[in-house]
């Protein structure tokens, strides 16, 4: 008599794969530097769209609020202004008033 095949749960806990079962929790510090990367990197991408600093300034702190709309407001929404402005320097963009 032929041997029946039993399909069986897998058990991930002892598989290789790092990224299966980890726990990791990132810190306060951590999440900030994150926020502030992605700000700046927001920043310099309209910056080499040709966007003027004003309206960047002003559509990245318009993302922050949507996206803490539930949560109150981002720590990092105080700096936007001094992300942009480093952002655009990087880029080579002026943010002088003409």
């Not at 079962?21 to 080499?48: K, N």
């Not at 004003?54 to 105080?78: F, M």
């Amino acid at each position: 008599m032929a041997k029946e095949h039993v399909m069986r749960p897998v058990d991930h806990r002892d598989a290789e794969y790092e990224w299966i079962g980890t726990t990791t929790r990132s810190t306060p510090d951590a999440t900030r530097a994150t926020r502030e990367d992605e700000i700046s990197q927001r920043a310099a991408l309209l910056a080499r769209l040709g966007y003027p600093k004003k309206h960047a300034e002003a559509r990245l702190k318009a993302n922050l609020a949507w996206e803490y709309e539930r949560l109150g407001s981002a720590s990092v929404g105080k700096r936007v202004g001094a992300l942009v402005t480093a952002s655009y320097k990087r880029a080579g963009v002026s943010t002088k008033r003409r």
